[in-house]
C-alpha cells in the first residue's frame, strides 16, 4: 500500500453502529433482494470505518466436497468491502482483490465478515475484510479467510455503457454505493 494514504471521515449519514446497511441494488448477486439465484447477504453498520456482513453458506454454494466454492467467498469478500466504501458516499467498483482462503468453511456455516478501508490516494480506495464462522459445527473466533481489495471511486456515468444490458429495473443510481 501507499505510504501517503488518508482515510475519509464517518459521514453524518451512514447508519449508527448495529444499523442495517441497504443494499445498493436490488439486482446484485450478492445482495440484492430481488435476485433469487443471488446469495442474499446482508450488512450493519460497524464502529469507525468498519462494517460488517453475514453470509449463509447454501448447499449450492459448494465448492470441494462439502465446503464453499472459493468463488463464492470472493465474491462475499467483494460485497463487503464495496459496502464499507459506502462511507465515501458515492460508487466505487473493484480493481483488484486478493483473498487468503485460511481453512475449511463446512455448507451450513452462517459467516461474518468484517471489513474497513485502511485508506485513500487519489480514486483509490484500499480496503481489507476478515471471515469468522459464527455458526455451524465449527464456528468460533478463528479467522477462516481474510481479503484485500483495491476499490475505485467513479462517477454515476461509468455504468451508462451498460444501460442496454442491465437485468431488471434500474434503480437510480444503480450499480451504486447510495444511501
Ligand atoms: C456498495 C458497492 C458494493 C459493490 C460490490 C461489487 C463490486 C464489483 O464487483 S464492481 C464490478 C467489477 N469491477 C469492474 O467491473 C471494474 C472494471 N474495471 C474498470 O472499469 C476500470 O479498470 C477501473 C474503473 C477500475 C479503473 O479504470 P480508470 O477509471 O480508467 O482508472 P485508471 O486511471 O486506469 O487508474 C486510476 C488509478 O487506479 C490504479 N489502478 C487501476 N486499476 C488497478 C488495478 N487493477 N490494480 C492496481 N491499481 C489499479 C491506477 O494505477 C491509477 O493509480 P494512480 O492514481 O496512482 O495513477
Redesign the pocket.
Known amino acids: 500500500m501507499p505510504d501517503d494514504l488518508t482515510l475519509p471521515p464517518r459521514p453524518d449519514f451512514f447508519p449508527a453502529p448495529g444499523g442495517a446497511l441497504p443494499q445498493?441494488w436490488s439486482k446484485c448477486f450478492?445482495c440484492g433482494d430481488d435476485q433469487p439465484a443471488g446469495m442474499a447477504m446482508t450488512f450493519t453498520a460497524g464502529e469507525g470505518l468498519e462494517v460488517s456482513g453475514r453470509l449463509t453458506v447454501a448447499q449450492r454454494y459448494q465448492g470441494g466436497p462439502g465446503v464453499i466454492h472459493g468463488g463464492i467467498l470472493s465474491v462475499a469478500f467483494?460485497?463487503v468491502q464495496?459496502?464499507a466504501?459506502?462511507v465515501l458516499g458515492g460508487p466505487?467498483?473493484?480493481?483488484?482483490l486478493e483473498i487468503d482462503f485460511a481453512r475449511p468453511i463446512p455448507l451450513g456455516s452462517v459467516l461474518e465478515f468484517r471489513a474497513r478501508i485502511d485508506g485513500m490516494v487519489?480514486?483509490?480506495v484500499y480496503t481489507s475484510a476478515e471471515a469468522r464462522i459464527v455458526e455451524g459445527p465449527t464456528a468460533g473466533d478463528t479467522v477462516v479467510a481474510t481479503s484485500r481489495g483495491?476499490f475505485?471511486t467513479?462517477k454515476p456515468e461509468h455504468f451508462a455503457p451498460m444501460a442496454d444490458f442491465v437485468d431488471g429495473v434500474p434503480v437510480s443510481p444503480f450499480g451504486t454505493?447510495s444511501l
Do not use: A, F, P, W
Open positions: 445498493h450478492g467483494d460485497e464495496g459496502m466504501c459506502m466505487v467498483v473493484t480493481g483488484h487519489r480514486r483509490k483495491l475505485l467513479i454505493s
